[in-house]
């Protein structure tokens, strides 16, 4: 193993230890709590999820998370809690409304202009 | 013509998101105005709670900003605006000391130790106020250290029209 990839190994393993927190005993629990950490925006730190942040609030609401799932809450119940307090933003995924439809259709609405742009160009080019 | 579109459709893309770069971030749009003030289970470290309305003031020893608006809530507290702090993520003894060297304009001090009742309160950082109006209901939420002016424009006013119903 060289240099590089032995430093690569040992950061993995130093941002996980980042992550020692009090997880919940049920595993299946946990793993709903780690996929609402991937739908949470972390609101101190610019475009980083709950999961991946090692910011003091976010640390604080991965515990509220926790807390509530260790209470029976809904998903949906969880999220709305975070909506309420912090807005949309704080949810990673935007939901569809009229003012962020530009925001879901503007990228496949791109892809579907490049594509017809570029067979309109190749047809060209052989015809 | 042609040929070079491709590089002015890459240029204008690059400009776009240079100038995006490089503006400041907006604040953030959502306050928690019009929610109920959730449940606060915290132990009183001084004083007592008032009844509402009041100001909820959520500070900690080791935030700067919160030493900046120290002596404007020491001013709204002497006209009668009754002022209750959260200390935030800080020990008792922290809390205490700077109590000792700062002074203390609180009517009541609630202790936060985790960081909990900040979330339930939606707080992205401390200094954060909020007006708690009769009801319990929050009618103000600032983000960010209080100034002279804000405390003048959008926080008195509040005190001033309750006092007159």
């Known amino acids: ?127 | 013509m042609m040929r070079f579109l491709p590089v002015l459709v890459f240029a204008c893309l690059a400009c776009g998101l240079a100038l995006a770069l490089l503006k400041p971030a907006p604040e953030p749009e959502h306050r928690m105005e019009g929610n109920a003030l959730p449940a606060l289970d915290l132990p009183v470290l001084t004083g007592e709670m008032p009844q509402p309305p009041y100001l909820l003031n959520l500070f900690a020893s080791w935030c700067a900003p919160c030493l900046a608006e120290h002596p404007y809530l020491a001013k709204v507290a002497a006209l009668g605006v009754p002022v209750v702090g959260i200390g935030w993520k800080d020990s008792a003894e922290n809390l205490n000391a700077w109590f000792a060297q700062h002074g203390n304009p609180y009517r009541a001090v609630l202790h936060d130790e985790q960081g909990r009742a900040g979330v339930d309160l939606g707080i992205r950082g401390v200094p954060e106020s909020y007006v708690i109006g009769k009801d319990n209901k929050i009618l103000y939420h600032q983000m960010g250290p209080l100034t002279p002016e804000i405390l003048a424009d959008e926080i008195l006013p509040f005190f001033v029209e309750q006092k007159n119903e």
């Open chain 1, 1 to 127: 193993m060289n240099k590089v990839s032995i430093f690569l190994v040992s950061m993995f393993f130093l941002a996980s230890a980042a992550w020692a927190e009090t997880t919940l005993p049920d595993a299946a629990q946990e793993a709903r709590a780690q996929s609402l950490f991937h739908l949470l925006r972390c609101v101190v730190c610019e475009g980083q999820a709950l999961a991946e942040s090692r910011a003091e609030l976010a640390g604080e609401m991965r515990t509220v998370v926790r807390e509530f799932i260790a209470q029976g809450q809904s998903d949906e119940a969880i999220l709305s809690y975070f909506r309420q307090r912090y807005g949309d933003e704080v949810i990673t995924k935007p939901p569809l409304r009229a003012d962020t439809y530009a925001l879901w259709l503007a990228p496949p609405a791109l892809i579907l202009v490049a594509l017809a742009g570029l067979i309109f160009y190749r047809q060209r080019r052989s015809g």
